[in-house]
């Protein structure tokens, strides 16, 4: 079993700053990644990154901008975002896979958070 809690969300002016956390408890080490979901839309490939940290993968829309990581010893997986723009709001989540097939889709990670919102003003 996995569970995985979101933090870090919350309302920024364009152009600002926010990082995303992400507990991981149950099994650890499994390849994970973050993705987002605007209203009406569908939910969004942003990020991955492998097991041990050091292989990872961006979104064409948020590279250079944002940057995921993962911290082994804490069980905690971030996303740093940089240079927020309003296109950027969404409920942002991370998800965690049971392999490392380097999936983009979300019916590639099995165990999934509850969210967190992330809210940017023009």
């Known amino acids: 079993q996995v569970q995985l809690v979101e933090s870090g969300g919350g309302l920024v002016q364009a152009g600002g700053s926010l990082r995303l956390s992400c507990a991981v408890a149950g099994r650890t080490l499994l390849p994970m990644g973050w993705f987002r979901q605007a209203p009406g839309k569908e939910r969004e490939f942003v990020a991955r990154i492998t097991r041990s940290g050091l292989a990872t993968f961006h979104a064409d829309s948020v590279k250079g901008r944002f940057t995921i990581s993962r911290d082994n010893a804490k069980n905690t997986l971030y996303l740093q975002m940089n240079s927020l723009r309003p296109e950027d709001t969404a409920v942002y989540y991370c998800?965690?896979?049971?392999?490392?097939?380097?999936?983009?889709?979300?019916?590639?990670?099995?165990?999934w958070g509850q969210g967190t919102q992330v809210t940017v003003s023009s």
């Open positions: 998800a965690a896979a049971d392999r490392d097939y380097g999936a983009t889709s979300p019916r590639g990670y099995e165990y």
